[in-house]
């Protein structure tokens, strides 16, 4: 009932701006975290991706998703660019260690802390979540929403915020 009552307030919000900006609104659906269907959500995002990938999350868990990224870039060719948050980041440990050992996208590191996750797919669909992407067993304390977003457009406006956080971060891989 509350994840309904939140999509709705979303879809509200959303035509809400569309309104103040003169433009048509985008279609978005609303994914309750963390649930299954999150994890399950970012792996089909990065699966459907054919041109590239860029990405802005403090850390990146559990390892299916750090898998799927692999797989994008090593197997299906995806040029794959990854932002993490500055805090706890250490070479050849963690996110960046996995990346690193794994030849994993370019990596850079944002010179200000943040939270959340923004991913863009082939300037096409972006998911974005404000729930700390590390999904660890514990992570159930955690709740709730990410949002699903099939416009080009707003994609394009979400990635090129990413691109500016790697410019003025430092790069690592």
Excluded at 10 to 32: C, M, N, V
Excluded at 98 to 120: E, K, M
């Amino acid at each position: 009932m509350v994840v309904a009552a939140a999509a709705s307030v979303g879809l509200q919000s959303d035509r809400w701006l569309a309104a103040k900006l003169g433009i048509t609104p985008y279609h978005s659906e609303f994914i309750s975290t963390p649930a299954p269907n999150y994890i399950a959500g970012l792996i089909a995002i990065i699966d459907h991706a054919r041109a590239e990938i860029v990405i802005s999350a403090p850390r990146i868990a559990p390892a299916s998703v750090l898998e799927a990224l692999k797989a994008a870039e090593h197997e299906r060719h995806v040029r794959v660019l990854i932002v993490l948050s500055p805090e706890d980041l250490k070479p050849h440990q963690g996110t960046l260690g996995w990346l690193q050992s794994n030849n994993v996208g370019a990596v850079y590191a944002d010179s200000s802390p943040f939270y959340g996750l923004s991913i863009v797919v082939d300037r096409s669909y972006a998911f974005i979540s404000a729930v700390p992407v590390a999904m660890k067993a514990d992570a159930g304390r955690f709740g709730g929403l990410a949002q699903l977003i099939r416009d080009k457009g707003t994609a394009n406006i979400i990635r090129e915020q990413i691109l500016t956080q790697a410019h003025r971060g430092t790069r690592y891989r």
